[in-house]
């Protein structure tokens, strides 16, 4: 396929002149306005802007599909397409494409996630290094990635190398972790999924390997559970695992207490929000692209966030559709959902996406055109060019696409249903029902103008759960498929839509509102006319609080003549709400029973998966974790994520609430232990590569050593090392030293003496003042602090600082408030510490380092 050469704008914009125009856009949004133009407009490698709104950015991709509708029957224009897709009102290209349809600057896929595999079948060192090589070359196009680990065999397994016995599965978790962590594109850091068979014998380290703090910290992780675990689990019997796990007649075997690991998997969740559950019986069973699971569509894993599974090599490109927009009249009596306008939509939305595989292959043509160009020697690129090659095949073979929806929430606030409600879950059902049916119609009408999929098979299809849905819906459909075939192998998701909603100023996906009303802080100068101060941090800054309105929830108080200006109580914030349609409507207050039964009720009409988060309280015990996630296999979720409230960082936080600092404060014994378990943490400043030794005590630093490492003036040690002992030894004169102790990989010890001699011994100096508040409970997140409120004239102590810093944020426990920034993106002050990066709580960007 050949494309067509798309030409550089010429009109380049200033980012102050940009970003004036995107805010007058979004009516002052700064948070969108400012997402984005960091995030879709159109850029070049040197940061030139091409585009300052959304205006020219949908015309950029209206007119890249009118150009492929060209060649088809009955064309869309461009004008019609532009309709549907300007001010993000009725259908809306997700992220890959929306930034990269009609790019001339990008060399990336259009498509948002990909799995890679190896069909379960090699698990060598080699097998192993290609999939960690496929995810760095996707990463580095801006796909997310997932594979499964459950062909890997498991720990203790003999290997005909030289360290005879395999070391199972977590190693490879982490170094997949770690490849996600080393590769950015234009600031965003790779997304990974790792999942698991709960039949392979080393699932439970798999379920563990996140609780230790710092590890695997690049990657969600899932378990695939089947029926027969957790039957098993209801009935408190035993489960045998077993390697391969789809053998029958298995090399090795282990017989286990299924509620032994399935109250690890609770009591994790519960902790933690991690594991996720896939549950892989009824994927499999009602996936439609797995009734040719021997052409190469067996499903094996699912994307980051586990709303699409996919057979090894396929890729999903993402579009949303902007329920909130089909209310006519919405907060009042009058308002209604407009169903014709909206199966009209589904047509050009089906079509749109079907354009865009089109447009895929072009980008993928492209790839494959600067692979071959690169300098480098074919050995070298050939990992790199088959993994492309593979999925451009399954991207022509299947056109898989991805159809979805936003504002859910306030699509039903708008109509006066409260979410949550058995109202609420009928209208939903019979929305994501109509929108089920309407894209499969549609895709079947595209199939008779274009053709069907290449390997389409009805005979094949015929005892699908989907399928005979749709046969029981819409006979007529059903037999007009039988007859032409459908266009797409699979078609409809629900994703999270997090960024997307930003734009749409609606809700995201399928989740209600989070808050109605919330606070954001942001820093201003006291000396400024008309400043206002609410309160000083710690460091002597000056923050201005104030209260921001959902956007429809503000859109309810003007049908209903309420003054949004109005500087209200909280009190009287309380009350607006109680009054709106949002009252009891909110993520913390849908009860979990309801929330599980729309789930499974709407997966009906899903054919790939759904993207949702159960909120539970605080004080949610593990017992209901545990029941929730039996009522979700029962109703038929194909997966689920639990987050309790506090078990992880949240996204904003209420207007009235105050939290404190989680992170420990107690004091540690003054007499230190002779030994202390420690961290090998490294990092690079600049072009230096650093090295720090944390001892621990119960987990927490106790002290720190850094300098420079792999250099004739610093320290040498393995790369491969990443814990040992600090031991406190004594010199002849007397005097004290520290030793670092570790394992080499033949089980001897091997030290390193005198740590504190081996850096610069202005660095050690430093270190034992911030070892001393380490060790006498200061908060680790304080400490941050005043490492970096620290003045140096040398630049090699202000790199030692920086290298400080870095280390000892890795035990900054995720979700503590940070004090005194402001995020570079979007200006709010509301950041947290998650997983040692500074994120931004209001739009999501994240600063490592």
Known sequence: MKSQTIIAPQKIYSRDEALKAALQYFKGDELAASVWLNKYALKDSADNIYESTPNEMHQRIASEIARVEQKYKNPLTESEIFEV??????????????????????IASLSNCFVIGNNGESDSYGGIMKIDQEQVQLMKRRGGVGHDLSHIRPKGSPVKNSALTSTGIVPFMERYSNSTREVAQDGRRGALMLSVSINHPDAEDFIDAKLEQGKVTGANVSVRIDDAFMKAVKANEKYTQKYPVNSKDPVFTKEIEATKIWSKIVHNAWKSAEPGILFWDTIINESVPDCYADLGYKTVSTNPCGEIPLCPYDSCRLLAINLFSYVEHPFTKNAEFNFELFKKHIIIAQRMMDDIIDLELEKIDGI??????????????????NLWLNIRQKAYEGRRTGIGITAEGDMLAALGIRYGSEEGNSFSTEVHKVLGIETYRASVNLAKERGAFSIFDAEREKENPFILRIKEADSKLYYEMLEHGRRNIALLTIAPTGTTSLMTQTSSGIEPVFMPVYKRRKKVNPNDKGSRVDFVDELGDSWEEYVVFHHRFKQWMEVNGIDSNKNFSQEELNELVKKSPYYKATSNDIDWDSKVKMQGAIQKWVDHSISVTVNLPNDATEELVGKLYLKAWEVGCKGVTVYRDGSRSGVLISADEKKESKTATSSFSKKRP?????????????????IAFVGLVDGRPYEIFTGLADDEDGILIPRWVE???????????????????????????????????????????????????????????????LIQSLQFDSESISTWKNGVQRALKRYVEDGTEVNGHACENCDSGNLIYQEGCLTCKDCGSSKCG
């Open 85 to 106: 897709i300007k001010n993000f009102k009725y259908i809306v290209p997700q992220g890959s494409p929306m930034a990269g349809i009609g790019n001339p600057f990008q």
């Open 368 to 385: 494959l055109a600067k692979i071959d160009a690169d300098p480098e020697e074919d050995d070298v690129k050939a990992t790199e060019k």
């Open 674 to 690: 002779q030994t202390l378990e420690a961290d090998v943490v490294r990092f690079q400043n600049q072009k230096e590569k650093w």
């Open 723 to 785: 814990d040992g002992l600090i031991i406190k030894n004594r010199n002849e004169d007397g005097t004290s030293r520290y030793d670092f102790q570790y394992k080499n990989k033949r089980g001897y010890k091997t030290t390193i003496e005198g740590l504190s001699h081996k850096f610069n011994p202005e660095f050690w100096n430093y270190a034992k003042l911030i070892s001393g508040t380490l060790r006498h409970g200061m908060p680790i997140d304080k400490i941050v602090e």
